[in-house]
């Protein structure tokens, strides 16, 4: 029976291109746990930003393609390498989507406008001193400057642009990034969010969150901030009370 998701001994490898880790399976693991809404969801347009080896975007294909016919899959990475590893795991799995290298979404943002439905990114989170982000090379996929934001700040107003009316767009984020503020900042521009993976290592605590357009004005209005945050709050104590349970 062939796999799901991306198999680890057909993905293509560079040393200056990041590897699957913690990070890269749990945001698969949330496509996967996602997976009957994706199929419902019934996408035409896919993106990865940021696709580094290409195991999440082939991931994300291989979730779909035999139960979503005709999606059209993109991935985008600033690291010239990356794109070419990402071709070559694409076609070890037999599946196919137009790799571009580029920052963020630069040379699409005009033509995608609006149309995507389905947007995934596994951004540069790490804190790093600012002088780091945007280095060539691997170091491109980890340094997010201060708090590790830099680089995910810059991507949530392209994503936004991007996104269709029913779009969806899984995050990878840390607890020190302050995904709470991540999500009020998306929260004011008419996202709602939810924590689809919670996910705790020896070295960090993974969230991975998952934004859609919310059409409920009055909800938003009512809203404060402050309500909000301690909401995010207690969702991510419950989260990790289960985990340790």
Known sequence: MPSRIAEIRLVSSHREVYEPCDDSFALVDALLADRTNLIDHNPKICMEIGCGSGYVITSLILLLKNEVPGVHYL?????????????????????????????????????????????????????????????????????????????????????DLLLSEKGWFYLVTLTSNFPAEICLMMRKKGYASRIVVQRSTEEENLLILKFWRDKDEESLKKETSSSFVSQFSRSLSSLMEKQWR
Do not use: F
């Open 75 to 159: 991935a985008t990475d600033t690291n010239p390498i990356a794109t070419r590893v990402t071709k070559e795991t694409l076609q070890a799995h037999g599946v196919d989507a137009d790799v571009i290298c580029t920052d963020i979404a630069s040379c699409l943002e005009k033509r995608l406008a609006g149309s995507v439905d389905v947007i995934v990114v596994n951004p540069p989170y790490v804190p790093t001193p600012e002088y780091e982000v945007g280095m060539e090379g691997i170091a491109s996929a980890w340094a997010g400057g201060e708090n590790g934001r830099t680089v995910i700040d810059k991507i949530l107003p392209v994503v």
